[in-house]
């Protein structure tokens, strides 16, 4: 049985425990030896450390006592074998000792010691530039970083031609190649009767010849030229066998290679790719998938991946889903709003949605509601949040609102660095000290790039 705790200030009657148990626990002479008490780091941010403590012995368990640096901070009962501490409030960059204790009425037993450092903040020291890159009516909804002079962004742009008349030819990309951005129109076959140009929803980017776009369906780019389309999703004339139903068509990617990509959209889609075939998985929902994210679970090399289902702007309820082994979980929504946008996560024990407000989840502590964190620093919706580590997390949305957490402490730039725009960010991505968000301001497409 698992149960988590987070760690509160020590009071009076907590001491009381300690000597009537006729052992201090700040005594290292007291303290006998156990390896059946077993301490393990789960996670670690700038301010906070995830504790698991095991204890695997069939000894009476009076009181469980948690030492930082030689001092008892979390007296507790152990309610089965497992227990997950978040002690947050800590100083970045710092090193901590942690041992734990079996308090018994007579003696007291101690694990081997842990040591966790504290990851350091990161600077909130970002340059911004603002581009407006088509003169007709256009918006980029996604961006990704490959490095700093290799960045894409995708969306659905108009162009005039240079005599003045119109391109019926959308533009579906601009690519930065650390001095300019340049329009790439994206030729498709979309099946054997009809070609198309591509607009797509969303991009994810494993090399400069390994990109994928989401427009419909899941298409393959070299960097040059569009190699393959996948359009898994029903529609009239598709001959490629669909896994996926009429108008599920595929807005949203994340994977870790080529050979693992998870692809979601209109009600409730999702499929995985295994480099090969793609499969459907079942969702339990007509929602939009609005967001997927997924990372390696540290400790156990699991692939986890959420997503947020939502009908913005309709007062539906959400889901957040869990993905694992092609099977889908709802999580709990408490405190959430009905409208999300965006996912992102390193691992489960801290786990940030934005849509209408900001939130922030301990998954691995089931009982907590998701926690409002926005209130001190904006009020504007956000379309996307994105990060490199706990410590370097960036938000972006409403009137080029864009914001960045440092491990410590949210900083905006909205009208301190970045202009208001009459329109929004729909999409960030954060790669080194390099962040670039997009998004539309009247009708024209806009780029925030920002180096640190």
């Known amino acids: 049985m698992l149960s988590a705790i987070r760690i509160m200030p020590l009071f009076p009657i907590i001491f009381l425990i300690i000597l009537t148990s006729g052992c ?14 077993i301490i393990k780091a789960e996670g670690v941010s700038s301010t906070e450390v995830w504790i698991r403590i095991k204890d695997e012995s069939s000894a009476p368990k009076d009181v469980i006592s948690l030492q930082r640096d030689g001092q ?38 101690t694990s081997e010691e842990l040591s966790i450092r504290t990851m350091d903040t990161t600077s909130h020291d970002f ?20 490095n700093e002079n290799d960045i894409w962004a995708v969306g659905d742009m108009y162009m005039n031609l240079p005599e003045g008349k119109e391109d019926y030819e959308p533009v579906g990309a601009v690519h930065w190649d650390g001095k300019e951005w340049k329009q790439i129109k994206l030729p498709a076959v979309a099946s054997p009767t009809y070609n198309t140009f591509l607009t797509p929803n969303d991009i994810l980017a494993f090399s400069p010849n390994d990109i994928w776009f989401a427009n419909g ?30 108008g599920k068509g595929i807005t949203r990617l994340w994977g870790t290679s080529s050979n693992s990509i998870y692809a979601a959209g209109y009600k409730g889609a999702i499929a995985h790719f295994d480099g090969k075939t793609w499969k459907k998985i079942d969702c339990n929902t007509d929602l939009t998938i609005q967001d997927i994210w997924g990372s390696k679970d540290p400790l156990t090399g699991e692939e986890v991946v959420l997503c947020v289902a939502s009908r913005l702007y309709s007062g539906d309820l959400p889901k957040v889903l869990r993905i694992k082994n092609d099977k889908v979980t709802e999580l709990s929504i408490d405190g959430l709003p009905p409208s999300l946008c965006s996912v992102w996560f390193m691992d489960l024990n801290k786990v940030y949605i934005t849509g209408d407000g900001h939130f922030v989840k301990n998954l691995n502590i089931g009982t907590e509601k998701w926690d409002f964190f926005s209130r001190s620093f904006t009020r504007y919706w956000s379309d996307a949040v994105r990060g490199n580590d706990l410590n370097d997390i960036v938000l972006a949305g409403a009137f080029g609102d864009i914001c960045h957490f440092n ?30 968000a997009v998004g539309t301001t009247g009708s024209s497409s806009v780029i925030v790039l920002g180096q640190r």
Do not use: M
Not at 24 to 37: A, C
Not at 410 to 422: A, F, R
């Open 24 to 37: 201090k626990v700040n005594d290292p002479e007291k303290l006998k030896p156990d390896g059946s008490l």
């Open 72 to 109: 008892a901070v979390l007296l507790f009962s152990l309610k089965g074998k497992d227990t997950l501490i978040c002690e947050d409030s800590l100083s970045p960059g710092r090193q901590y000792t942690y041992k734990v204790a079996r308090v018994t009425s007579k003696d007291a037993y």
């Open 127 to 146: 340059h911004f530039r603002t581009f407006w890159v088509c003169n007709r009516s256009s918006s980029l909804r996604d961006v990704a970083i490959i």
């Open 217 to 246: 369906g899941v298409i393959h780019f070299d960097g040059k030229k569009v190699t393959k389309c996948y359009w898994i999703a029903d529609f009239p004339g598709n001959v490629d066998n669909p896994v996926l139903g009429k």
């Open 407 to 436: 491990g410590k402490t949210w900083k905006t730039y909205l009208g301190n660095g970045t202009e208001y725009i009459n329109g929004s960010l729909n999409g960030v991505d954060i790669n080194g000290n390099t962040i670039c």
